[in-house]
T-cell receptor, first 113, second 112 residues
């Protein structure tokens, strides 16, 4: 299944670097999400976009900056990250916000050194 | 806000046995309860979901039960196979994905 594609698959960055994660969905969905997955912790919802408009920002530090230029693309811009930000970052999409299953990408494994 | 607790964190069963994973939630307004399976190195995928107007739902070897009074729901896998080995996540929401909360996951290992 290639419905939701994330790049890169792996990323190693220093604390002073700036990098971006990319997500693209080919499912015609209207809502897109960023989740953070850390070992032995629940998936943490970071940002939600519905029809390109941000509807949720779960108290995420400003060093994470999302961008949604259209309903098919979602970016997560990273700058001055901390080692504790190392995790798997998952993008997901759904038809809409309500009663609609999430379709996840394979994630970007981020390591901050 | 919603809080979802999931148990056990790890579960090991013999091939052919049944596996049960339990979740509890705190928000009585929650009415949608999906289960996701994540194989090693792969994306989470929805395997079954249940809404609060039903108490049980089955799909071949997997079933989910919901007890709204007690605010808990469970995943049942019968006749387990090695390919069932994965991490399983429960979740709960009021029907809107932006308030969905996930459990911490259960790592299921099925021994051949």
């Amino acid at each position: 299944e290639t419905g939701v594609t994330q790049t890169p698959r792996h990323l190693v960055m220093g604390m002073t670097n700036k990098k971006s994660l990319k997500c693209e969905q080919h499912l015609g969905h209207n809502a897109m999400y960023w989740y953070k997955q850390s070992a032995k912790k629940p998936l943490e919802l970071m940002f939600v976009y519905n029809f390109k408009e941000q509807t949720e920002n779960n108290s995420v530090p400003s060093r994470f900056s999302p961008e949604c230029p259209n309903s098919s693309h979602l970016f997560l811009h990273l700058h001055t990250l901390q080692p504790e930000d190392s995790a798997l970052y998952l993008c997901a999409s759904s038809q809409d916000l309500r009663d609609s299953p999430l379709h996840f990408g394979n994630g970007t494994r981020l390591t901050v050194t | 806000g919603e809080n979802v607790e999931q148990h056990p964190s790890t579960l090991s069963v013999q091939e052919g046995d049944s596996a049960v994973i339990k979740c509890t939630y705190s928000d009585s307004a929650s009415n949608y309860f999906p289960w996701y399976k994540q194989e090693l190195g792969k994306r989470p995928q929805l395997i079954i979901d249940i809404r609060s107007n039903v108490g049980e739902k089955k799909d071949q070897r997997i079933a989910v039960t919901l007890n709204k009074t007690a605010k808990h729901f469970s995943l049942h896998i019968t006749e387990t196979q090695p390919e069932d080995s994965a991490v399983y996540f429960c979740a709960a929401s009021t029907g809107y994905n932006n308030d969905m909360r996930f459990g911490a996951g259960t790592r299921l290992t099925v021994k051949p």
